[in-house]
């Protein structure tokens, strides 16, 4: 009997496992299909100085508007893609897309792209990046590529290298949602970041917990002492805003000021921050 259970609840799994892996490999395909029918689209959350309040930057955010299920978020496909290796051909497509898009912008605004920690396996990322420039014209001064720290925690010599030599093109490189996970202060040693992105974990209860402050203005503090620009991520209010401003961040992203919204949108939203003289609410 025990034998005849242990078969009966192995087939159940078994099936159940069948059809997440099929269930997976539907959402791949559909993936590959839609990036060739123009259903991804890259949207722009903007990046305000705290200093002017005006905006400097913003992030290219990938959506994937999925003809059945909708506007599907990066944190649904992201994972997918990365097992996959699709993320190869979508991160290329988005910096590609982000470098198009800002050609539009007044020159004195960036942009930001994420790298995933999987595209550091590609034999020429380098080349990719350098190739996406060249073909979009796009000044590599005003591009900034994001990484989390699980790209120093991998293949470190060989990633520091890619590193060094992505920045050699003349592009900034940023440390995104940093303070999570194994944050390591030696990794700062190891390489000249740019800027900081202080994860939104410690804006977000900011006005409950003093020590939230003291570790943002300690990152703060941080970044000015070794010439790193700090983003305070995740900003929804108007109080989050006015401690990220007395921690002595020097920049901002989040909500309060706007979501991610489609270019056009974003581009808008320029439009009306060069019309006027004083500092804009681009909310
Ligand atoms: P991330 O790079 O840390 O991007 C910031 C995320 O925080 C975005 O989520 C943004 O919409 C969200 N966010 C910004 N301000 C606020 C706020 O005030 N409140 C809240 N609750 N959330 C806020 P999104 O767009 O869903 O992206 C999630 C993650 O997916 C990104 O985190 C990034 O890791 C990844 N991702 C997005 N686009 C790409 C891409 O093109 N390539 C790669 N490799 N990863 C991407
Ligand atoms: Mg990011
Ligand atoms: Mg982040
Ligand atoms: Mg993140």
Redo the contacts with the bound molecule.
């Keep these: 009997r025990a034998k005849a259970d242990g078969t009966a609840v192995y087939r159940f799994f078994s099936q159940q496992m069948e059809e997440q892996l099929q269930s997976r490999r539907n959402l791949e395909a559909d993936m590959r299909h839609g990036i060739r029918l123009g259903q991804f689209e890259?949207?722009y959350?903007p990046q305000i100085s705290l200093k002017t309040r005006r905006i400097v930057a913003s992030?290219?955010?990938?959506?994937w508007r999925h003809p059945q299920r909708g506007l599907i978020?990066?944190?649904e496909f992201?994972p997918l893609a990365?097992e996959t290796g699709f993320?190869d051909t979508?991160?290329e497509w988005?910096l590609l897309q982000a470098c198009r898009d800002a050609l539009g912008w007044p020159g004195n605004i960036r942009v930001c792209?994420?790298?995933?920690p999987v595209?550091f396996r590609q034999t020429d990322l380098v080349g990719t990046v350098k190739a996406a420039l060249a073909t979009t014209k796009f000044d590599a001064r005003r591009l900034e590529l994001?990484i989390?720290e699980s790209v120093l925690l991998q293949d470190n010599a060989a990633n520091l290298d890619v590193l060094s030599r992505l920045r050699s093109l003349g592009l900034t490189i940023a440390l995104?949602?940093f303070g999570t996970g194994y944050s390591s202060l030696s990794y700062l040693q190891r390489f000249p970041f740019d800027k900081l992105?202080i994860?939104?974990s410690f804006?977000r209860d900011l006005e409950s917990r003093p020590d939230s402050f003291a570790i943002v203005q300690s990152i703060a503090t941080l970044g000015r002492n070794l010439n790193m620009l700090t983003t305070a991520?995740?900003?929804?209010t108007q109080a989050q805003l006015d401690l990220i401003t007395k921690a002595g961040c020097s920049e901002t992203?989040?909500?309060?000021f706007s979501?991610?919204v489609p270019e056009a949108e974003f581009r808008a939203m320029l439009d009306r921050q060069s019309g006027t003289v004083t500092s804009v609410s681009v909310a």
Excluded: F, M
């Design positions: 890259v949207h959350q992030e290219a955010l990938v959506r978020s990066p944190a992201i990365e993320i979508l991160g988005v792209v994420n790298l995933s595209q994001e989390t995104d949602d992105k994860d939104r804006v991520e995740g900003v929804e992203q989040g909500y309060y979501p991610p």
